[in-house]
């Protein structure tokens, strides 16, 4: 079975919320999903999955979150050629470098030989319905693009 692992890093549980509909809607498309908090596996995971996503909110003024930091800077070691990647998360448009996370983490994954399968999803603070249907749309799209 065609193996999807979602890390992700949440402070106020935004992100966990957002990485959730992704993985149910994952699961609803026929996938075998693992879903974890980023400070509980290793970057390295990823190569035992088909489907790599990471699931993070941006921190103040375009940070990556202190606990996601040590898995994105292992993630930049690895190969995970043939691999699918796909990144979401979550921001506030109050800041200037509005959700700049996903963008470092999609550069750290292109960097990988990993290929991108579906566009960046972003969402403002919490998932509404909108942001719900372009998350199951980004699924399905990653789906897609693992099966050429």
Known sequence: MTLAKIVYASMTGNTEEIADIVAEALENLGLEVEINECT???????????????????????????????????LGELDLSGKIFGVCGSGD????????????????????GAKKGAS???????????DIQNLEAFAKELVESLNG
């Open 40 to 74: 509980q596996v290793d970057a390295s995971d990823f190569e035992d999955a088909d489907l790599c996503i990471v699931a993070t909110y941006t921190y103040d003024e375009g940070q990556l979150p202190d606990e996601i930091m040590d898995f994105y800077d292992d």
């Open 93 to 112: 448009t109050f800041y200037d470098f509005y959700c700049k996370a996903i963008d470092d983490f999609e550069e750290s994954f292109l960097k990988t």
């Open 120 to 130: 960046s999803v972003k969402v403002d603070l919490a998932a509404e319905e909108e």
